[in-house]
């Protein structure tokens, strides 16, 4: 998945404005002014839009992670140079602090079937024998998921 698409999915999925959508990047140690935002949240096919590196995106799931879960003592962790759906799917699970069972929930949600084991292998070390690639499928439903299970409870309490 282009980092683009995902940034504009978790934007509507919890209802995220400009002003805190730069707060969550400065939190995250990237500074993004509403412009730049923007850009990144047009479309392809728009003359303005601009391509967000994986470190943007990574600082501001970094940010995600430190709004929802409070900073944590000493220095904020470095944003990564380089991402896959592994690191993304594994930065929101700790962001939202969801157990494999939510996960499992939340892509059931999206009516794609992942086994705990399935699941398991995604968040090993790439070192490992069981480790697989996280493929663009399973980030997709998880996201629609997502947006299922949130945006709904959103409206209700803003609780981003």
């Known amino acids: 998945m282009q980092n683009n698409d995902i940034l504009r999915r978790l934007r509507y999925t919890f209802h995220l404005t400009d002003t805190h959508m730069m707060e969550l990047f400065a939190l995250g140690g990237c500074v993004a002014n509403r412009e730049t935002i923007s850009n990144w949240l047009k ?17 501001f799931l970094n ?7 409070g900073k944590k003592e000493g220095e904020n962790p470095k944003p990564e140079k380089s991402l896959n759906n592994n690191i993304i799917l594994r930065k929101l699970k700790i962001a939202l602090q969801l157990k494999d069972d939510d996960i499992l ?4 949600l999206a009516d794609f079937k992942f086994s705990r084991h399935e699941l398991s292998a995604l968040f090993r070390k790439p070192d490992q024998e069981q480790y697989r690639l996280c493929k663009d499928q399973v980030l997709r439903n998880f996201l629609m998921g997502l947006q299922l299970s949130y945006r709904k409870n959103n409206l209700d309490t803003n609780s981003l």
């Open 43 to 59: 479309k392809e096919d728009d003359s303005d839009f601009v391509s967000i590196y994986d470190i943007d995106l990574a600082a």
């Open 105 to 108: 929930h939340i892509l059931n």
């Open 63 to 69: 940010g995600l992670i430190i709004q929802k879960r």
